[in-house]
């Protein structure tokens, strides 16, 4: 079965580097997602991108974070300056299409960690 | 989106049958009901979904009844590995795009 991969599985960082966290969506999907679950809560929805631009961006997504798919098969979602709040773990998730049953496919995720 | 209410908790034993209930009172009428299943350090995985009365796949079943202000996920004979939070969804017909996940019910199974 396609799976959706992210690298790398772990990322340690200092607090005001910037980081890129990598995706790579299942290759028929049109819909790709940023989520991200701070140890022991809740998974939150950073940002939705369909056709190169970004569909809803949740109110964490300032203007520290960016995303792009730079190729056919990438997505990424960059940090430019993290903070210790940034760590969390990192999942990227891709769908077929929007409004009808398709469900989202989630990839193990990239755990942050900032210093 | 509806909110979605489902208990923090729950304990089972190995081979027991599970129902985990969600309230969704506010579900709209294109909305339809998704369960997720996240190990620890894993991502969330598609479990089933459903709009009405019963569906089943050969991991689960899921019933709403006829006022879908509810819906309940049945694992039959849990095991071990098994354990893990389950999140209940209320996804968007009208071309829902973003997912919002609630607390989630942590399920743990006991030998």
């Known amino acids: 079965e396609p799976e959706v991969t992210q690298t790398p599985s772990h990322q340690v960082t200092q607090m005001g580097q910037e980081v890129i966290l990598r995706c790579v969506p299942i290759?028929?999907?049109?819909?790709f997602y940023w989520y991200r679950q701070i140890l022991g809560q809740k998974v939150e929805f950073l940002v939705s991108?369909?056709?190169?631009?970004?569909?809803?961006k949740s109110e964490i997504f300032d203007d520290q974070f960016s995303v792009e798919r730079p190729d056919g098969s990438n997505f990424t979602l960059k940090i430019r300056s993290t903070k210790l709040e940034d760590s969390a773990m990192y999942f990227c998730?891709?769908?077929?299409?929007?409004?009808?049953?398709?469900?989202?496919?989630f990839g193990n995720g990239t755990r942050l960690t900032v210093t | 989106l509806a909110k979605t209410t489902q208990p923090i908790s729950m304990d089972s034993y190995e081979g027991q049958e599970v129902n985990i209930t969600c309230s969704h009172n506010?579900?709209?009428?294109?909305?339809?009901i998704t369960w997720y299943q996240q190990f620890p350090s894993q991502g969330p995985r598609f479990i089933i979904q459903?709009?009405?009365t019963k569906v089943t796949n050969e991991v689960a079943s899921l019933f709403i009844p006829a006022d879908r202000k509810s819906s309940t996920l049945s694992l039959p004979r849990v095991s071990l590995s098994d354990t893990a939070v389950y999140y209940c969804?209320?996804?968007?017909?009208?071309?829902?795009?973003?997912?919002?996940f609630g607390g989630g019910t942590r399920l743990m199974v006991k030998p």
């Open positions: 998730a891709s769908r077929l299409k929007t409004g009808t049953s398709s469900p989202l496919h």
């Open positions: 290759s028929n999907h049109l819909y």
């Open positions: 991108f369909y056709n190169n631009e970004i569909s809803e």
């Open positions: 506010n579900i709209a009428t294109n909305d339809y």
């Open positions: 459903g709009y009405k």
């Open positions: 969804l209320v996804v968007s017909g009208d071309a829902g795009n973003m997912l919002t």
